[in-house]
T-cell receptor, first 111, second 114 residues
Framework: GQQLNQSPQSMFIQEGEDVSMNCTSSSIFNTWLWYKQDPGEGPVLLIA?????ELTSNGRLTAQFGITRKDSFLNISASIPSDVGIYFCAGQLPGNTPLVFGKGTRLSVIA | NAGVMQNPRHLVRRRGQEARLRCSPMKGHSHVYWYRQLPEEGLKFMVY????????ESGMPKERFSAEFPKEGPSILRIQQVVRGDSAAYFC????????????FGPGTRLLVL
């Protein structure tokens, strides 16, 4: 099936640092979504992107839909301990198709 | 307004038994999606249902797995004759209409097959 390559797999950062993670694919996507999953919980939507080149912010989070429609990145500025968790990208291929998820980036924040 | 409810949160089964996972969508939501998450993996789509109808089951294994969303009551994901490879977290999401960003996820059911 379709795959999203998400990187890095894991990150250990100091509190206050900025974080960047991305997703790439060989296929064109119509929609990119970024989720955060806390341990023992379901994913929570952070940001949704619908147009190539779109740049959207949600507090300290910023995400962009790549111009080629084959990639997206998520930035977190001034990280805090509660940013710890797994961040997933998800995309929808053209047509009424189900979401495809990346494998996640595991973020650890050291106070 | 309660969120998506899933029960049980944890389920242990022996090989060959049946597993029934329940999902109560958010109030007013008539679209339900089931996903499976293996350890260290992302979520994989299994099935999409509207009330009383299966809309897309392209991610469901052909055997042993079935899903329903009756007119009354929760959506059920049923796994017959479970095997160890079925051990995973199963997530349900619901939405008021088929718009991806409005999918709200439940806390998941963690199935362990011994």
């Amino acid at each position: 099936g379709q795959q999203l390559n998400q990187s890095p797999q894991s990150m250990f950062i100091q509190e206050g640092e900025d974080v960047s993670m991305n997703c790439t694919s060989s296929s064109i996507f119509n929609t990119w979504l970024w989720y955060k999953q806390d341990p023992g919980e379901g994913p929570v939507l952070l940001i949704a992107l619908y147009k190539a080149g779109e740049l959207t912010s949600n507090g300290r989070l910023t995400a962009q839909f790549g111009i080629t429609r084959k990639d997206s990145f998520l930035n977190i500025s001034a990280s805090i301990p509660s940013d710890v968790g797994i961040y997933f990208c998800a995309g929808q291929l053209p047509g009424n198709t189900p979401l495809v998820f990346g494998k996640g980036t595991r973020l650890s924040v050291i106070a | 307004n309660a969120g998506v409810m899933q029960n049980p949160r944890h389920l242990v089964r022996r090989r060959g038994q049946e597993a029934r996972l329940r999902c109560s969508p958010m109030k007013g939501h008539s679209h339900v999606y089931w996903y499976r998450q293996l350890p260290e993996e992302g979520l994989k789509f299994m099935v999409y249902l509207q009330k009383e109808n299966i809309i897309d089951e392209s991610g469901m294994p052909k055997e042993r797995f079935s899903a329903e969303f009756p007119k009354e009551g929760p959506s059920i994901l049923r796994i017959q004759q479970v095997v160890r490879g079925d051990s995973a977290a199963y997530f349900c999401a619901s939405s008021p209409q088929r718009m991806l960003e409005t999918q709200y996820f439940g806390p998941g059911t963690r199935l362990l097959v011994l």
